[in-house]
């Protein structure tokens, strides 16, 4: 079967220079500056990566970038300390920090002490809500770029059947929340999921999300099925060298049968950042009761 290869590298370049657009009207008509703040407590060394990419991405697009770097020994009331500056600086429009947290933090506590309108990741729970009530708010970054891909790709979603495999707060929860928002009917398929190879054969439009290295084969997968790769998966080194980046989608296989597929690297994990770019310019935008420019 020929297959579309959805192009999230270039679709979230369009995006980000959409969002550049709408930066650069707030701050000749409004000498706003939208800026976002990252934390990183610790050294992992994939979130040093996305953070890196986060503060180099927010820059190029013409907002304030604050970046926070503290050690791994950094307690909870001191990075809810940092929090609440950020909060009530009006500098910031956006707060992001980043997960994973070391053991000994509480990652919801840190995350709802964000304030809910500059919670550019959407994760705390009157974003959660205002999602699940089918209400604005901020939308976490991961599933609306997956979403925006969906739409401009098929189009019309009302009605399909949607298998989200992955139930995590970060992408498959929402994710489900966001398609159901659209009329889709959707299954969450997980680890306990009996006989998962059926269900996600059931799926107009398949999204993996669960860190497994190709784990989603040809065989699970219907003729002509949507597939969204969440998954950003390093394979083991091979002498020197280093592991090839997969996503959970076994591509090779699977484009056989689908009718559209993203790649890994180059398919959603872009979408991420633009879309964490375009949440700052909104929460920049809602906090000031101005209308939300296109995006
Ligand atoms: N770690 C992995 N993905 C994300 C994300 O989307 N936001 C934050 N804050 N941390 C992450």
Partial sequence: MNYTLIDGKSFAEKLVMKVANAVNVLNT?????????????GQNPASEVYVKNKVRQTKNSGMNS?????????????????????????EIDGILVQLPLPDHINENSIINAIKPSKDVDGFSIPNVGLLSTSVSGLIPCTPLG??????????????????????????????????????????IAHSKTKNIEAVCKGADILVAAVGRPNFVKSEWVKKGAVVIDVGINRLPPEGDIKGRLVGDVDFNSVSNVASAITPVPGGVGPMTIACLLRNTVTAACKRRNFNEPEM
């Fill in 146 to 187: 997956c979403l925006l891909l969906l739409k401009s790709y098929v189009g019309e979603l009302s009605g399909k059947s949607a298998v989200i495999i992955g139930r995590s707060n970060i992408v498959g929860k929402p994710m489900a929340q966001l398609l159901l928002n659209e009329n889709c009917t959707v299954t």
């Fill in 29 to 41: 008509k409004h000498h706003i500056k939208p800026g976002l703040a990252v934390v990183l407590v």
């Fill in 66 to 90: 604050v970046e926070h770097r503290l050690p791994d020994t950094t307690s909870e009331s001191d990075l809810l300390s940092l929090v609440n500056k950020l909060n009530e600086d009006d």
